[in-house]
């Protein structure tokens, strides 16, 4: 299935690895060249150079913590008129609300929640003066699921659930969609690694980590990358406001 991506100029944040690699791959299978933004050089600089190398694109690297003051507003502007943003950086800890002190918390949301809104922000109003444009936001499906041992995460993507709809309400009015997905268990180091942990200890081996998530289906980021680029392209150009489970909650 072609989706009309060839061609498009693509921002993927947290792209260094797990989700956002996958829907940079995604993106520059489909022909289109690919700013990646994370605060990690290295994988991005070898993903870039292997993307690039493979389906011919062009791909940028960009070293950003989007939790610095006016880092978003920096972003946007090296990255220029673009026609699709992924918001997807993010590394809210677990823990209990009595576990997460406020320090956790803030800078939690600084990168999750913040981050998303002031990198929408600051191009947003770009892509509407052009008619034109996507922002999808990789959420989470806490937000919906709401456990009480992820109190933090599932506070921010409840919020980002909310800010996704209302912006995307307001946005397609000038031709510019917003939408949203929550991603349930995907098979990334951020599952695996604390589920590692636990498996060493409860089984001595720690790669029967899967065993302790029987009964849940374990998406793959391309899965969920796959998802992303449909909402990104005309298929889905009916779409704007609204946020997919990708599993139920």
Not at 60 to 76: I, K
Not at 95 to 107: H, I, K, P
Not at 117 to 145: C, K, P, Q, W, Y
Request: glycine fraction near 12%.
């Amino acid at each position: 299935m072609d989706l009309g991506l060839r061609g498009k100029s693509v921002l993927v944040t947290g792209s260094s690895k797990g989700i956002g690699l996958a829907c940079a791959a995604g993106f520059a299978a489909e022909g289109a060249n690919v700013h990646l933004c994370a605060r990690s050089a290295a994988p991005m600089h070898a993903a870039a150079r292997d993307l690039s190398a493979k389906f011919g694109v062009e791909l940028r690297v960009h070293v950003t913590d989007l939790r610095a003051d006016g880092a978003a507003e920096r972003l946007a502007d090296e990255v220029g008129a673009i026609d699709v943003l992924v918001n997807n950086a993010g590394d809210i800890p677990r823990g209990s609300l009595g576990a997460v002190d406020e320090a956790t918390w803030r800078r939690a949301w600084d990168l999750k929640v913040f981050g998303f809104i002031d990198l929408t922000r600051a191009v947003l109003a770009s892509m509407e003066s052009r008619g034109h444009g996507v922002i999808v936001n990789v959420i989470g499906m806490a937000g919906v699921s709401h456990p009480a041992d992820y109190i933090c995460g599932a506070a921010g993507n409840a919020a980002l659930e909310a800010f996704t709809k209302a912006a995307g309400k307001g946005s397609i009015r000038s031709g510019v969609r917003v939408l949203g997905i929550h991603p349930g268990a995907t098979r990334t180091d951020r599952l695996a690694d604390p589920l590692k942990a636990l498996a060493r200890q409860r089984f001595g081996d720690e790669s029967r980590w899967e065993e302790l998530l029987r009964g849940v289906a374990i998406q793959e980021p391309e899965q969920v990358a796959d998802t992303v680029l449909f909402l990104a392209s005309e298929r889905a150009s009916h779409l704007s406001g609204v946020v997919l489970n990708l599993t139920p909650a």
